[in-house]
């Protein structure tokens, strides 16, 4: 089994902790700015609910990845427990989104589910590569949390400004 060093971690766990509470500050904003608008969309709270769930799986991973002295495999045990909650709030918000029929036709809200899910299979994997000793985990943590960010700041748009549309 390889060693994994997650000491050459700790200022990219730093940078996204701190990016991430940022992100999710703008987000809960711009929920409570719209609330009256994201109500009433069928599908529109449980999307903003998985888009803070996932933004909150960078927060805590990050977190995590700066424990002091914390085994690889711990490491990654709590990254797939942070993806996997996160992910039932993302098939939640696509089972609402496929139910509802306000919102886009079903072609356009297929990426947008496939985008919301699939963001999270880069810490999920990464989890369990971690557990399994093997520390390229890391870099498809990293990975995960760059798709996570950009999914994520598309929908805090989505938020704030689409939704007024």
Do not use: C, Y
């Not at 971690?9 to 999710?24: C, E, P, R, S, Y």
């Not at 990654?76 to 098939?91: H, P, Y």
């Not at 000793?133 to 870099?139: A, K, Q, S, V």
């Amino acid at each position: 089994m390889t060693s994994v060093d997650l000491e050459g971690w700790h200022d990219f766990a730093a940078a996204t902790v701190g990016a991430a509470g940022a992100l999710a500050g703008l987000i809960i904003v711009a929920v409570s700015v719209n609330v009256k608008q994201i109500i009433a969309g069928s599908a529109l709270p449980a999307r903003a609910g998985a888009t803070i769930a996932s933004i909150a799986v960078i927060l805590v991973s990050s977190m995590a990845m700066l424990i002091p002295s914390q085994s690889a495999e711990v490491l990654g045990i709590e990254l797939v427990a942070f993806a996997a909650a996160a992910l039932a709030f993302q098939v939640d918000a696509a089972v609402r989104m496929l139910r509802s029929h306000d919102g886009p036709r079903l072609a356009l809200k297929i990426p947008t589910i496939v985008l919301g899910i699939g963001q999270l299979s880069g810490v999920l994997v990464g989890g369990i590569l971690l557990i399994a000793g093997n520390p390229d985990g890391l870099f498809h943590v990293a990975a995960g949390f760059i798709v996570i960010f950009i999914v994520s700041i598309v929908n805090a748009w989505v938020l704030m400004v689409e939704i007024l549309r």
